[in-house]
């Protein structure tokens, strides 16, 4: 599984368009790039999975630029509930008996002010 | 369609202790996954079960084992309790096998003493 780098945290305010960048130097020709969000004492929930180029969902983009090396969450007009952990996750999907593990960074914690 | 959920939510415990924590998936799922989180550590996988097969581990020792039954529902256990099992223990569950794709439930608090 690729590594991923975040930024340990940032700060924003309400309103803005927040942009998370996640470096993964090693992506593998298979791998696809997925981030979920986390709010303290639950578990994570997926926000949004792609390969290359922009994926647009209700809740953010994701840009991944030509050599994938890295990929940009982008969060539209944040509002105080964004606050929370977002991890950058890098691998294969739906590939059964492989040996890969699942793995989380890190994460980056977002703290969104008024 | 009913989320993931985990039993107990909240758990004390003693050192040298063992406790089981258990999951059930959403319906349908096959995939079961475990994860440890603590704030020094972060989001630490510690195994997969799909089909009632345990096919990737973490790193993590042998106290820490875990099973599926025919349902998909899973249980993790950890015997001999340590100050730093404290955590919490969440399960994911996904359609297929590592799928990038995981379902979270709510997660397990477990304080050891």
Known sequence: ?114 | KAGVTQTPRYLIKTRGQQVTLSCSPISGHRSVSWYQQTPGQGLQFLFEYFSETQRNKGNFPGRFSGRQFSNSRSEMNVSTLELGDSALYLCASSPQSQGNEQFFGPGTRLTVL
């Open chain 1, 1 to 114: 599984l690729a590594k991923t780098t975040q930024p340990i945290s940032m700060d924003s305010y309400e309103g803005q368009e927040v942009n998370i960048t996640c470096s993964h130097n090693n992506i593998a020709t298979n791998d696809y790039i997925t981030w979920y969000q986390q709010f303290p004492s639950q578990g994570p929930r997926f926000i949004i999975q792609g390969y290359k180029t922009k994926v647009t969902n209700e809740v953010a983009s994701l840009f991944i630029p030509a050599d994938r090396k890295s990929s940009t969450l982008s969060l539209p007009r944040v509002s105080l509930s964004d606050t929370a952990v977002y991890y950058c996750l890098v691998g294969e999907p739906r590939t059964m008996n492989r040996d890969d593990k699942i793995i989380f960074g890190k994460g980056t914690r977002l703290h969104i002010l008024p």
